[in-house]
T-cell receptor
């Protein structure tokens, strides 16, 4: 079983719609959860982190965490073609600073 | 503020040669991470340092790989001898003490012929 799982996609949404990206993790000891965006040929860029159950909003982005279900998601409102990228979910490993990355979901926003 | 700096950005070498990748973390960050990214395996952590000390090298694939951090502003990842299967993008990332955020450098694209 993979430690951090994501649907590889592609997830295709029309411009202006809400994109919903999902991630599950296996380590119940994980405390920190991150979403990175990676454009083709570029490095991962941190866009959101969440530590507590519930929702955390930052502009058009909302991260949602449910530790009981071991589930974290990222919502992108009013999706733009510039949001087209691979979104990587990352979870810290136990009580360490080590991050385990999912394989990423490719998002394609259609103009 | 300067982000994480990596050099070279591209490296093409022949099998059997030694390869050295370099990284300068963000000033003040106590953690430094080396990752490898391939299409098949995604982003894999190779090794990470805290205050220049290696903490976890369980991701280093073989003895051909070694990493050092002689001071707080410089780290190297060395592959000797290199093999075609080492071809990948190698990222360095750094992070502050007490938090788990990591900030990535631009990466080094390594091609071993």
């Amino acid at each position: 079983q993979k430690e951090v799982e994501q649907n590889s996609g592609p997830l295709s949404v029309p411009e202006g719609a809400i994109a919903s990206l999902n991630c599950t993790y296996s380590d119940r000891g994980s405390q920190s959860f991150f979403w990175y965006r990676q454009y083709s040929g570029k490095s991962p860029e941190l866009i959101m982190f969440i530590y507590s159950n519930g929702d955390k909003e930052d502009g058009r982005f909302t991260a949602q965490l449910n530790k009981a279900s071991q589930y974290v998601s990222l919502l992108i409102r009013d999706s733009q073609p510039s949001d087209s990228a691979t979104y990587l979910c990352a979870v810290n490993y136990g009580a360490t600073n080590k991050l385990i990355f999912g394989t990423g979901t490719l998002l394609a926003v259609q103009p | 503020d300067a982000g994480v700096i990596q050099s070279p950005r591209h490296e093409v070498t022949e099998m059997g040669q030694e390869v050295t990748l370099r990284c300068k973390p963000i000033s003040g960050h106590d953690y430094l991470f080396w990752y490898r990214q391939t299409m098949m395996r995604g982003l894999e952590l190779l090794i990470y340092f805290n205050n220049n000390v290696p903490i976890d090298d369980s991701g280093m694939p073989e003895d051909r790989f070694s990493a050092k951090m002689p001071n707080a502003s410089f780290s190297t990842l060395k592959i000797q001898p290199s093999e075609p299967r080492d071809s990948a993008v190698y990222f360095c990332a750094s992070g502050p003490q007490g938090l788990n955020e990591q900030f990535f450098g631009p990466g080094t694209r390594l091609t071993v012929l």
